[in-house]
């Protein structure tokens, strides 16, 4: 794989994650405004758009399963951390999603 086309995938991961990462700190203020529904719509928007991502990488780990040599560059090695981080963002949004709601309930 050429650098340009390696450039090209990264910075998919990294629009994709970023948009993700940017639905799942608008769901964090919809969390504490007590908006669970559009809260929740906001992490399902934010999976998606991490799905996006995924993709990206998934073709990539593809040609490299089937024989295509990849130079690593650090605009990859970003990407990937830009997703991974997100990732684990989203994560931890929906588990403060469930305290929310329970919180809110409780009162």
């Known amino acids: 794989m050429d650098s ?11 629009l994709s994650s970023g948009e993700a990462r940017t639905l799942v700190h608008e769901s964090f203020q919809q969390m504490r405004a007590g908006n669970f529904a559009a809260a929740e719509q906001k992490l399902e928007d934010a999976n998606d758009s991490l799905v996006k991502a ?11 399963a089937s024989g295509e040599k990849i130079e690593m560059e650090i605009i990859m090695v970003h990407a990937q951390d830009h997703l991974m981080t997100t990732m684990t963002l989203k994560e931890v949004a929906a588990e403060m999603l469930v305290l929310h709601q329970r919180q809110a309930a409780s009162k």
């Open 54 to 64: 995924h993709r990206a990488q998934t073709g990539l780990l593809q040609e490299y």
């Open 4 to 14: 340009e086309k390696l450039q090209e995938v990264a910075f998919e991961i990294i």
